[in-house]
């Protein structure tokens, strides 16, 4: 079965930009490009991907990636890194692989993104968090995000990698990183819709955001 590339371009209002990332992304990974305007979508056989607008088609179960473009987009270097959000006690590794092999493709950094929150225990410190325990658990946190990429890094030694562990809820730390970033990317659960985390990047995100099922 022959993989393609599926742009999904409606009245939206961006659809060219929807469908000039999709030709992009083609042209990058070698694939047939399929542009359809079906709604609802119904997905081709061998679809690899799915780039639709933001807001965009309901794509909450889809089997493929969906790269949501936004409305307004912000101009995008060549050469932006690819940002990937990871829990690192929960990693969702199908966004792990589809986040390497995109800065593989790109010849770009990857920059992932785990964030953490001091633990329960912390609120019934009667002055504060010390600064030794706060040094531990990053290091801890640290260890984790080192540990979980380290397949990844393997498997994808020409792509540099930069570990960015942040002590801020999730969607606010990709939000940030997300400023440098040509694409940011997430995982999802199986037979379901977006998380939270998902929901403020799509509604926020100045840049692409891809939903990778697991």
């Known amino acids: 079965m022959k993989h393609v590339i599926v742009a999904h371009v409606d009245r939206s209002g961006n659809a060219q930009e929807v469908l000039r990332w999709a030709e992009r992304e083609a042209s990058l990974h070698g694939l047939q490009l399929r542009v359809v305007g079906d709604s609802p979508l119904e ?24 790269v949501f473009v936004p409305t307004v987009p912000c101009p995008e270097s060549p050469f932006a890194e690819v940002t990937l959000g990871v829990n690192a006690r929960e990693p969702a590794e199908a966004a792990v692989d589809f986040a390497f092999d995109t800065a593989r493709a ?15 225990c912390a ?28 397949p990844w890094r393997e498997k994808y030694p020409q792509v540099p990698v930069l570990e960015d562990v942040r002590l801020l809820p999730p969607a606010q730390a990709l939000l940030q990183r997300s400023a440098s970033a040509g694409l940011v990317v997430v995982g999802r659960r199986p037979g379901g819709a977006p998380g939270a985390v998902t929901q403020v990047l799509l509604r926020e995100s100045l840049r692409p955001v891809a939903v990778v099922p697991a």
């Open 43 to 66: 997905p081709p056989d061998g679809m690899k991907l799915l780039v639709v607008g933001t807001p965009g088609t309901n794509v909450g179960d889809f089997p493929c990636p969906v």
């Open 106 to 120: 790109r010849c770009v950094r990857l920059r992932a993104v785990h964030a953490w929150r001091f633990p329960s």
């Open 123 to 150: 609120a019934e410190l009667p002055f504060g968090v010390p600064e030794d325990d706060r040094g531990a658990w990053e290091d801890h946190e640290v260890q984790l995000l080192a540990d979980v990429l380290r």
